[in-house]
């Protein structure tokens, strides 16, 4: 009986090696092309033992307005996250816990806002932007990636709310707490993971987004890192350096991000998806 699960973990954990050896392989050429020379990244035959230079995160961070596209990347960023949770805790707690008319049909909208695919949108988006004389401003991107990431936000919290018991809140009720203290008493404080998780989502995408803020934000000085990406380019072609220093220097603040919030994101995710 023993050999039957030995054969199965061993089987397990090679396919868990070769599948995580396959993912963090670009991850560990990216990081060790960023230490390599021009020659040594030019090269035809891989170079796996160099002397490390940090020539190419100087080219990379000596961008100019580097540190405005730093601290644009973060304030829409963390504009867009913070709005849609505010958002999101009313929507999802008024679909969970309340009984309307047309509450089936408000999922159905925020479900099929969740699967559309906003690269068809920009057109619009850019029209409505430019007749509203919004381009080239930090709140426009703000606004449209609040957009982008509250159905996902509502879908998963409104699965958290609906799993804590409703008996609590009633008990609160009765205790003397209007619904608004019932909620920030009761409910909020369970609802860690979700906020974990729908967090996290919020910021990747925010971080990562490039199409919007390509159309919509022309002016230097209202860039975002992901415009920084494209610069380095020389008479020669591409600067693969110093690109893949500005790669690494991108990732580190997600990297941080998943640190601080992986204990709760994996729960927050399936529990959000399979309850309510």
Same mark, same amino acid.
Not at 14 to 27: C, D, I, K
Not at 50 to 59: G, L, N
Not at 114 to 119: D, I, K, L, V
């Given at each position: 009986m023993r050999r039957p699960g030995l054969a199965r973990r061993i089987w397990l954990n090679?396919?868990?090696?070769?599948?995580?050896?396959?993912?963090?392989? =670009?991850?560990?050429?990216m990081? %060790? @092309?960023?230490?390599?020379?021009?020659?040594?990244v030019l090269t035809r035959d891989p170079v796996f033992f160099?002397? =490390?230079?940090?020539?190419?995160? %100087? @080219?990379a961070t000596g961008v100019e307005l580097f540190w405005t596209y730093v601290a644009n990347s973060f304030l829409v960023t963390i504009g867009a996250v913070l709005l849609a949770l505010a958002v999101a805790l009313a929507a999802s707690y008024a679909i969970a816990r309340l009984r309307f008319r047309g509450r089936r049909g408000m999922l159905l909208v925020?479900?099929?806002?969740?699967?559309?695919?906003?690269?068809?949108l920009i057109i619009v988006v850019y029209l409505n932007a430019r007749d509203l004389s919004a381009l080239n401003s930090l709140g426009t991107l703000v606004l449209v990636y609040f957009v982008m990431a509250l159905p996902f936000t509502i879908w998963t919290l409104r699965g958290f709310i609906a799993a804590v018991p409703q008996e609590l809140e009633e008990s609160a009720l009765i205790d003397g707490c209007g619904r608004g203290q019932a909620f920030l008493r009761v409910i909020f404080p369970l609802l860690a993971p979700g906020l974990m998780a729908t967090s996290l989502f919020g910021f990747i995408m925010a971080?990562?987004?490039?199409?919007m803020v390509l159309v919509l934000n022309k002016a230097p000085d209202k860039a975002t890192l992901p415009l920084w990406l494209t610069q380095f380019q020389t008479n020669f072609g591409n600067d693969w350096g110093a690109t893949m220093a500005a790669s690494s220097l991108f990732t580190i603040?997600?990297?941080?991000?998943?640190?601080?919030?992986?204990r709760r994101v994996t729960g927050g995710f399936t529990a959000g998806a399979v309850k309510g």
């Open positions: 090679g396919t868990a090696l070769v599948l995580s050896a396959v993912f963090l392989f =670009p991850v560990y050429w990081l %060790s @092309t960023s230490f390599k020379s021009n020659s040594q160099f002397a =490390p230079t940090f020539e190419h995160y %100087s @080219t925020v479900m099929m806002a969740q699967m559309a695919p906003w690269e068809i971080w990562n987004e490039y199409a603040p997600v990297l941080i991000v998943f640190v601080l919030l992986q």
